[in-house]
C-alpha cells in the first residue's frame, strides 16, 4: 500500500474571546508516494501522486492526469517538498480551477529519453556518489521515454480513477523535466494532447539568435556541441549521441520537423516559460522562433527571475491552470 501524506482537513474550532467559534480550512488533496517495477528500465521507480479533494469523496469520478518532471539531481518529491506544488494545487481548486491527478516521476538524469550510449548498469552498483539506492537509480536499459510515456501512464491509469486518454493527460517540467515535457508530447502526440515547460534546457543546439531576423545558429558539429558544454558533454555525449543527427533525434524541435515533413496533424497545444536571467533563455527563444517558423503555436512568456526554485514556485500555478484548461474539458 503507498503511503499517505495527508496535508489538511478541518481546523475544528478557534476559540476567540471564549466563545468557540468552527473555522473550515479550505479543502485539500493529498499526497502519495507509491512505486513500481520498471520492465523496460529494469529497476523499481519511485514516484509522488497528488489527488484532488474530490478524489476520495466521489469514488466513481475519473480524473484528467498531468505528469510533472524533476530536474537534473532532483526525484519525484521535488515539486512537493521544493515546489509546493501541492499547496498550489489546492488554491487553484479552491478557486474553481478544474481538478486534476498530478503524478510526479523519478526520472533520474536521464532526460527523459533513451540513451544513445547506454552505459555499463553492471559498474552502477559500485559507485560512491548513488543519492539514492542502487535498486532504483541503477537502470539497466536507460529508455526513460518509454517509461513515461508508456509503462507509467499505464501503470497510472490501472492504479487510480483516471480519464484514461491523451485528451485528458498532460505534462509539464522544469529545467531537463521541461525539456522532457515538450520531447515526450512532441514524441507520443498519443499519450499526451498538452506539454508545458519551465526554464526548458530545449533546442540545446542552439547557438545563437537574431531576434531581428528571426533566425538562428544551430551547431553542425559535436565539437561545436563539446565547446558549448564542456563539463556536461561527456554525460551528454552518452544520452544524445556523439553527433548532431542524434541530438534532433532526441530535441522537441527535432520531432515537430519530422511530423511536419511527414504532413501529419495533431500536435499537442504547447506553452513555454523561461527568466530572463536564466542560462537556457536564448534555447527557449530559439525554440519560439523555430515554431514560429514551422507554423506550430506556442504560448511562450518571459519572467524576470533564474534558474531556480524561486522563480518555478512562482509560476507553477500558470502552467497547472494552463494544463487544466486544455485537459480538464
Keep these: 500500500m503507498p503511503a499517505r501524506f495527508v496535508r489538511g482537513g478541518l481546523i475544528a474550532a478557534a476559540l476567540t474571546l471564549a466563545v468557540l467559534v468552527p473555522v473550515v480550512a479550505q479543502e485539500r488533496g493529498t499526497v502519495e508516494s507509491d512505486w513500481m517495477q520498471s520492465q523496460l528500465l529494469g529497476a523499481r521507480k519511485r514516484y509522488r501522486v497528488y489527488l484532488p479533494p474530490s478524489y476520495e469523496i466521489s469514488r466513481q469520478r475519473r480524473f484528467p492526469v498531468a505528469y510533472y518532471l524533476h530536474g537534473v539531481q532532483g526525484n519525484e518529491t521535488d515539486w512537493v517538498e521544493r515546489g509546493s506544488l501541492a499547496a498550489v494545487m489546492d488554491s487553484l481548486v479552491a478557486a474553481g480551477t478544474p481538478e486534476m491527478i498530478v503524478v510526479m516521476p523519478d526520472g533520474d538524469d536521464g532526460f527523459y529519453t533513451s540513451w544513445a550510449r547506454p552505459p555499463e548498469w553492471r559498474l552502477c552498483p559500485l559507485r560512491t556518489d548513488l543519492r539514492e539506492p542502487a535498486t532504483d537509480f541503477c537502470v539497466r536499459r536507460p529508455r526513460y521515454d518509454q517509461y513515461v510515456a508508456q509503462e507509467l501512464v499505464r501503470h497510472i491509469d490501472a492504479t487510480f480513477r483516471t480519464l484514461a486518454d491523451a485528451r485528458h493527460r498532460g505534462i509539464a517540467g522544469l529545467s531537463m523535466g521541461g525539456f522532457g515535457a515538450l520531447a515526450l508530447a512532441t514524441q507520443y502526440p498519443r499519450a499526451f494532447s498538452a506539454a508545458a515547460s519551465h526554464s526548458g534546457a530545449v533546442t540545446a543546439l542552439a547557438l545563437a539568435i537574431d531576434t531581428a531576423a528571426g533566425t538562428v545558429t544551430w551547431a553542425a558539429t559535436a565539437d561545436t556541441l563539446r565547446a558549448k558544454w564542456p563539463s556536461l558533454f561527456p554525460l551528454l555525449a552518452e544520452v544524445f549521441g556523439a553527433d548532431t543527427a542524434d541530438w534532433w533525434r532526441r530535441d522537441p524541435v527535432g520531432h515537430v520537423r519530422r511530423i511536419d ?69
Excluded: C, K, M
Design 261 to 329: 515533413a511527414e504532413g501529419r496533424r495533431g500536435l499537442p497545444a504547447l506553452y513555454a516559460d523561461v527568466g530572463t536571467g536564466d542560462p537556457f533563455l536564448v534555447n527557449n527563444r530559439a525554440l519560439r522562433i523555430e515554431l514560429a517558423r514551422l507554423g506550430v503555436p506556442l504560448e511562450y512568456h518571459e519572467y524576470a527571475g533564474a534558474h531556480d526554485w524561486t522563480y518555478w514556485r512562482a509560476h507553477v500555478a500558470q502552467s497547472l491552470t494552463w494544463l487544466a484548461g486544455h485537459i480538464a474539458q
